[in-house]
């Protein structure tokens, strides 16, 4: 896997700047400039500050495909909800979901 070039997909699907990337995660913008610029993968630990900035953890940021992963609490709270829900429920949750984007 392309570990920069995910980042880059997920910042650009968030719309987001170098800037406000960092700011989600709570890095300095140097730290992602510079990731970028030279080339390098980040560390663990800046991934994870990524990962979290983009509701994800690092099971699921390294999952290829239909591969199982680990939710985060949050994510298994919006299934366990999402399950209580009629159909009429789910489509009309679906649809406002993707007017928020």
């Known amino acids: 896997m392309e570990v920069l070039g995910k980042i880059k997909r997920l910042r650009d699907e968030c719309g987001w700047s170098d800037y406000k990337l960092a700011q989600e995660a709570g890095l300095r913008q140097s730290t992602i400039s510079s ?23 690092l099971s699921q940021f390294f999952a290829d495909g239909n591969v199982p992963v680990d939710l985060t609490d949050e994510q298994k709270m919006m299934l366990e909800n999402w399950n209580m829900l009629t159909n009429e429920q789910k489509k009309a949750l679906l649809n406002l979901l993707k007017c928020m984007n």
């Open 35 to 57: 990731m970028f610029k030279k080339n390098n993968n980040p560390t663990i630990q800046t991934l994870e500050a990524l990962c979290k900035a983009f509701g994800l953890t």
